[in-house]
């Protein structure tokens, strides 16, 4: 056998083991770097705070609007609510009144 023909016999044979390897190493780099790999799981650990915060903020105002809607309730109305209300939406009102806007999240 000459030289050439050993080369080509041992390269053929190192061929399946090379291609292996790099697949294992691709696939240990995916599970590292991957969208969904070890260094993603800090990522995601603070998405998570975030949608905690703003879901606390939204159940918030789920309650605000909660007691708003059983304080308008037909059985039992709160005056002074329906009467804000109804001056609100009606733009009724004295001409001696003054009205002042102020932020729903502003306490008197």
Do not use: C
Request: aromatic share 8%; proline share 6%.
């Amino acid at each position: 056998m000459t030289q050439r023909h050993k080369f080509r016999k041992s390269m053929h044979r190192a061929a399946g083991p090379a291609i292996a390897v790099i697949v294992v190493l691709a696939m240990i780099g995916y599970i590292i770097f991957g969208p969904t790999g070890l260094y993603a799981w800090g990522d995601y650990g603070q998405s998570v705070e975030k949608k905690r915060v703003i879901l606390s903020e939204l159940t918030k105002k789920q309650n605000e609007l909660q007691n708003r809607v059983n304080l308008l309730d037909r059985g039992r109305v709160d005056p002074d609510l329906a009467e804000e209300y109804v001056r609100e939406k009606l733009g009724a009102y004295h001409p001696d009144e003054y009205i002042i806007p102020m932020e729903p999240d502003a306490k008197p």
